[in-house]
């Protein structure tokens, strides 16, 4: 008499029915990447200096050239009107396996509109406590 043995993973479908599959694979944990807000401030600073340059003839032919509207470019741009420091505060996040982002574009581009370095400053200190008091879920897996 032969004997087969075989894993298998049942999963519930609709209605109570339940499915039997091959059993999945381990997932990988995720790898660490740069946040949003990292790769938009290098994207602006880079744009900046091809403006700058010459090698690029306004926003508009940035903005035929990657395919999105003027109005993102300016978007994207605007990160340059931050104070040198919160430029580099950005350029300098460490990369994250985290789903949701720690700071997001439009609460930087909130603070790239106020009108001297001082008060996107205050803004910046403001909302970066506010991140740092609520642990990420990376955080919360480390401290078990």
Do not use: Y
């Amino acid at each position: 008499m032969n004997h087969i043995q075989a894993k298998f993973q049942t999963t519930s479908g609709p209605h109570g029915r339940h499915r039997i599959s091959p059993p999945q694979p381990p997932r990988r944990p995720p790898t660490p990447r740069l946040p949003h807000v990292t790769k938009l401030m290098a994207l602006a600073i880079r744009l900046e200096h091809l403006l700058a340059s010459g090698q690029v003839r306004d926003q508009a032919e940035i903005a035929r050239t990657a395919g999105v509207t003027r109005a993102r470019v300016t978007q994207i741009l605007n990160l340059t009107n931050l104070a040198p420091d919160i430029q580099q505060a950005i350029l300098n996040l460490e990369p994250t396996t985290e789903r949701t982002p720690r700071f997001r574009e439009g609460e930087i581009r909130q603070i790239a509109i106020a009108p001297n370095w001082a008060t996107q400053r205050k803004r910046w200190k403001r909302l970066v406590n506010l991140r740092l008091r609520k642990p990420t879920a990376e955080q919360q897996s480390r401290a078990k």
